[in-house]
């Protein structure tokens, strides 16, 4: 993938991030689509071919049921988007688990716990 200097390209990824975003939360119908869906990041390569689009799933049923039916809801979000963004070609959407939003928590509990185990000295 080349590197992506041109500003325009931040904007397209912005622009698709929205779109997406608002696809997610409104258009699609799938029972197994649960939960608090964000769309964290959006990479469209530069040949528009593809755009991986990072999801964070808080609150659902079960995480792999809800990207699994966000995947299978692919080639929809695709025709959306191909309707409301105006590219040259439309790319294919690929799906990705975000899981930053975990990772910090478990960080920030683990900084927790050692924070505990450290006493302060006399003078603090």
Known sequence: MAKKTNPRWGRVDEEMKKEISYIISN??????????????????????????????ILNAKNTKETLAGLKKSAGFVRSEVA??????????????LDDSMEYGARIDSILKEVMKDIKPEKGE
């Not at 309707?83 to 990705?96: A, Q």
Request: glycine share 2%; aromatic share 6%; proline share 5%.
């Open 83 to 96: 309707k409301r963004v105006n590219l040259r070609t439309t790319p294919e959407i690929i799906f990705e």
């Open 27 to 56: 258009e699609i119908k799938d029972p197994n689509v649960t939960g608090l869906i964000s769309v964290t990041k959006v990479h469209v390569t530069t040949d528009l071919k593809y755009a991986k689009v990072y999801v964070s």
